[in-house]
């Protein structure tokens, strides 16, 4: 299904996860059925694409990506749906997160380059 960089299976990985995870607030405790819908379909996608992204980068750096990631753009989401604040200490630790990423995917040689 994605033959070439194991980032593009991460990426659809991550995307689901946040979709999933942004739609549980609107499922309320899953008792609305379509955005409960969304949550369901947003995880089992997000499973399946990270399973095949452990395929080829180990569970560790995967990991420290998706989390990492998701972290930032839940948040950012949470902003832009619900309205909700990032106070500075919110924004200079998912800052850090991001660096963190940076740093994995730049320098580790557990990363496929």
């Known amino acids: 299904m994605f033959g070439g960089s194991p980032y593009l299976p991460l990426g659809v990985a991550i995307v689901a996860e946040v979709i999933a995870t942004s739609a549980l607030k609107a499922a309320e405790g899953f ?3 379509w955005p409960s819908l969304v949550v369901v379909a947003g995880y089992a996608l997000a499973f399946y694409c990270l399973s095949l992204t452990l395929e ?9 990506i998706w989390s990492g990631v998701g972290i930032v753009l839940v948040a950012l989401l ?7 604040r990032l106070d500075l ?3 200079v630790g998912m800052a850090l997160i ?13 990363v496929a380059h």
């Open 31 to 33: 008792t609305r059925p």
């Open 98 to 110: 991001v660096a963190g990423v940076v740093v994995i995917n730049v320098f580790s040689s557990a």
């Open 89 to 91: 200490a919110a924004v």
């Open 56 to 64: 080829r980068i180990p569970v560790g750096v995967t990991y420290a």
């Open 78 to 84: 949470g902003v832009v749906l619900y309205g909700q």
